[in-house]
């Protein structure tokens, strides 16, 4: 039974010059899937004494370096109190995601149904899907454990998001937009809360170190996917894309990173500690930084136009792009 990654994996990066290097991608993502992968009931110990999940627990408690466990209300709430905003933000994160990825799944296979055969992207579309299953069936079971009533996406934006598994059959490059618009923020912020010593809770550990090390290969096929195709896109197609992405990914973004209404309601928290929290300027900064990765492969890809940079600025999610570095080899998840 392969253990948790006590590492958290690098994403495979490389320049795609021609088709060759591109299929050198996909061959090593697919074989990094057959070497690594994790199954939700298989390498979860869910019955460890360690691993049980308790809403009062003091591990839950948001630090203070957190947006809204920073604030003056939180920090007034009753220990047992914070641990279940805690819990309870964790848990809503853990239901968008599977419910995210549920639509990315849908999607794959869209996409997949229609390649003609030898194509190499079948293959990693399968193994990508596969792992998104075993990932839907961890993040349920955590929710499940918290017993708590939680929701995920807003219904109207989850009756929007319906239509998302149907992109890959207008446009390839556009799903793998909304791909990495889902798979990149959460991420970013997985990390960013591991590498913070944030995450105090075995389980929740557990769960994030195999989401990440898998991740790191749908970001790295996704983006090659794109680095691949937008430069022999039609020039009319390409400039569609440039204004499309910022829309998808400002939506995105904020729907990921924003303040549970539920959660909100239930714990009777006062608007101006939500706007504090989530709408101050160190918020959309965070916003605007957790979509950095795309911005900057759309920057390098060529597909943002001016009328595009007033879309990312309109959305508040533009910052100067970087300059990144190409890497000839990178070690695979
Ligand atoms: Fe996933
Ligand atoms: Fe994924």
């Known amino acids: 039974m392969p253990k948790a990654p006590t590492e958290l994996a690098d994403e495979v990066r490389e320049q795609v010059k021609d088709k060759k290097s591109y299929l050198g991608v996909i061959d090593r993502l697919n074989k990094a899937s057959v070497e690594k992968h994790w199954e939700a009931y298989a390498d979860i110990p869910w019955d460890d004494p360690e691993f049980q999940v308790d809403k009062n627990d003091p591990r839950w408690v948001l630090p203070a370096s957190d947006r809204l466990g920073e604030t003056a209300w939180y920090q007034a709430q009753q220990p047992e109190v914070q641990a279940q905003i805690g819990l309870w933000r964790v848990a809503t994160a853990m239901k968008i995601g599977l419910q995210f990825e549920n639509l990315l ?23 990508e899907t596969t792992e998104e299953c075993h990932h839907g069936m ?54 960013k809360h591991l590498k913070g010593g944030h995450i105090k809770h075995p389980l929740e550990e557990t769960i994030m170190r195999i989401h990440i090390a898998e991740e790191a290969r749908h970001i790295s096929f996704a983006r090659h996917y794109l680095r691949h195709r937008v430069p022999n896109m039609h020039p009319v197609r390409r400039r569609i894309l440039g204004l499309a992405t910022p829309i998808v990914l400002g939506v995105m973004a904020r729907i990921m990173l924003s303040p549970p209404g539920p959660m909100v309601r239930h714990f009777n928290i006062p608007k101006d500690v939500v706007r504090q929290a989530y709408q101050s300027e160190t918020a959309r900064g965070e916003i605007s930084d957790s979509v950095g990765k795309i911005r900057d492969l759309m920057a390098e890809l060529g597909v943002i136009s001016p009328v595009g940079k007033q879309l990312w600025k309109a959305f508040g999610i533009w910052d100067e792009p970087k300059k990144r570095r190409a890497v000839g080899t990178a070690k695979a998840a």
């Not at 799944?105 to 579309?125: M, T, W």
């Open 105 to 127: 799944k849908r999607g794959l296979l869209n996409y997949a149904y229609r390649l003609p055969n030898g194509r190499p992207e079948f293959r990693y579309v399968y193994h």
């Open 138 to 191: 961890m993040f349920q079971e955590f929710v499940n454990r918290t017993k708590m009533p939680i929701r995920g996406m807003p219904r109207s934006l989850s009756f929007i998001a319906q239509a998302a598994p149907w992109i890959p059959l207008v446009s390839t490059e556009m799903f793998f937009v909304f791909v990495l618009g889902g798979e990149d923020p959460i991420d970013f912020v997985q990390r």
